[in-house]
């Protein structure tokens, strides 16, 4: 990959976030990624990662440490960043078609290039035939296409992912991780992945980064050296495949356990 | 079928009615004549009378104008200014206080302080009628504004939208449904209050159509202003309506289908 040589894409820097004193959410997390790596953050349900990858978007601001992107810091989204959300009848605008939602993001450029980036955003993610209709029109397996080809119409560096299949139905969950794996190495994305399905982060991922509970820290980042085209059957069952997500699997239960004996003590109190 | 014919019975009642309530008029002006009660055709002629000729320029056109200009003002400043009080919550405690009180002053308090401010002109008629609907679009803007999704504002962030764009491209269109619902309050608030304004030291206008033909016992006539205020307002609404629908198509198929999935 020849990542070790050019300056990380991301850098996160022993960031730190509270609400309150009371409720901190993340603490010390430090992890960095390479240009056009693919990393997978996982972790127990509610451990912060929302607000980890809000930080990273520079959408809100961390109390501690450094959130770099290309060695710069933010105040603001960098312009070579793009994000799907995981609600997507919330984050399209339901009063633009889906051609016009895709081309949202393309401003001040000719209104020949526009067309053209769009229609070739809406092929790559398939959606040429229904390019007129209303996101609210849409099953939700295409309205996350549409967001999709939204945040990749922007040619991004960075593609931040928060949960994007966890609202969408496990046949079309497959199909998306498919086509988000092949646009992501076409146009060698780095791409950060946040999820709480373990299959879906070591199958997708070059390396997963495994957070504790609340306040979340990095239990441990472990590479995921799987060959690629990656295959849904194939990879899947592969020894090495099973042998990580094991891991991967045996960490974020570890995590869960200690947050639910956590819970027991304060009620024992 | 069954609904089509439910339709057609609803249609029939609803012009019985007005014919009934006609019949009724017409038999109690031939029965007992008085200047209160003109006969039908008299109210129509001085209706028909209203829409060509001299009366068109001196009690149609000024009034619409007016109203025209006094309501496009109303809904213009009262969106702009809701949807930036909306946006900005920061403005929210200095400017609410003010426009929560100010709303409950009835337009029609504020003629006597416009006549002294501007005089027995246009721009004093303009300004009443403004002044009277700006509350309802500015109160809707304001509340549209407030209650735009969240996530499409961080859409707009991370799509380094300006403040402008973010007004326009996002806040404003999410708004529209509210807003519409404002202006359709408005305009009927403008109507009264234009109604009103040329009451008052005017020499033209449809308010003072009626006023004058009062005065010289026209009855007729100040009938016939009275249903020429009330077919305009209906031709508002409709257009208004008509408009809306189109502007909002997207917003009632929207709400029709809340996370349609299939």
């Known amino acids: 990959m020849g990542a070790a040589m050019s300056e990380p894409i991301l850098v996160m820097n022993k960031v730190g976030k509270a609400y309150s004193a009371a409720v901190p959410i993340l603490r010390d997390v430090s992890f960095s990624q390479a240009p056009g790596e693919f990393v997978a953050v996982v972790g127990p349900s509610g451990c912060g990662k929302t607000t980890m990858l809000r930080c990273i978007a520079a959408l809100m601001q961390p109390d501690q440490g450094e959130v ?19 609600d997507y009848n919330r984050s399209l605008f339901p009063w633009l078609s889906v051609r016009q939602n895709v081309g949202f993001g393309l401003r001040k450029i000719d209104r020949r290039e526009r067309d053209e980036r769009v229609e070739q955003a809406l092929s790559a993610v398939n959606l040429t035939h229904a390019a007129d209709l209303y996101p609210w029109q849409l099953s939700g397996g295409m309205q996350q296409r549409c967001a999709l080809a939204r945040s990749i119409v922007v040619r991004p560096q960075l593609l931040l992912l928060d949960e994007p299949f966890a609202s969408v139905d496990a046949q079309t969950r497959i199909d998306l991780q498919d086509m988000v794996m092949d646009i992501c190495k076409k146009m060698s ?24 509970t609340r306040p979340a820290q990095v239990v441990e980042q472990i590479e995921i050296d799987l060959p690629h085209p990656r295959d849904q059957l194939t990879t899947k069952e592969s020894p090495e495949f099973l042998r990580l997500r094991h891991r991967v699997y045996t960490l974020v239960r570890h995590q869960a356990q200690k947050s639910a004996a956590a819970h027991t003590e304060r009620e024992d109190q | 079928m069954n609904a089509n014919r439910r339709h057609i019975a609803s249609l029939a009642w609803q012009a019985g009615t007005i014919v009934l309530l006609l019949t009724v008029w017409q038999w109690a002006a031939l029965t007992y004549p008085a200047p209160y009660l003109p006969a039908l055709e008299n109210i129509a002629t ?10 068109l320029f001196s009690a149609i056109v000024p009034s619409m104008t007016r109203l025209a ?84 504002l961080e859409v707009a962030r991370v799509e380094r939208l300006s ?89 009632r198929g929207w709400r029709g289908l809340p996370g349609a999935d299939g």
Do not use: C
Request: hydrophobic share 60%.
């Open chain 2, 69 to 152: 200009i006094g309501f496009v003002i109303a809904v213009v400043v009262g969106s702009v200014a809701g949807l930036t009080l909306g946006y900005l919550r920061n403005l929210d405690p200095w400017v609410r206080p003010v426009f929560e009180y100010l709303r409950f002053i009835p337009a029609v308090a504020i003629l006597p302080a416009a006549l002294l401010l501007f005089g027995p002109t246009d721009t004093m008629r303009i300004f009443v009628i403004a002044f009277g609907s700006v509350f309802p679009v500015l109160l809707a803007a304001t509340d549209g504004a407030r209650r735009v999704e969240p996530l499409l």
């Open chain 1, 189 to 212: 994305l780095s791409t950060l992945l946040v999820t709480h399905d373990i299959d879906e982060a070591v199958f997708m991922a070059d390396k997963v980064v495994v957070l504790s």
């Open chain 2, 163 to 251: 403040i402008p764009e973010r007004l326009f491209r996002v806040i404003l269109p999410a708004s529209l449904p509210s807003i519409f619902a404002g202006v359709r309050i408005a305009l009927s608030i403008a109507l009264v209050m234009m109604v009103i304004s040329e009451l008052i030291a005017a020499d033209n206008g449809l308010g003072f159509y009626i006023l004058r033909n009062q005065r010289l016992f026209q009855t007729a006539n100040v009938y016939a202003g009275v249903l020429a205020i009330g077919t305009i307002g209906l031709a508002l609404t409709l257009a208004l309506l008509a408009v809306e629908k189109r502007v909002l198509a997207w917003h």
């Open chain 1, 68 to 86: 770099l992107h290309l060695g710069q810091q933010f105040g603001d989204p960098p312009p070579w960043l793009s994000i799907v959300f995981q």
């Open chain 2, 46 to 55: 001085g209706f028909l009378r209203l829409w060509h000729g001299d009366l």
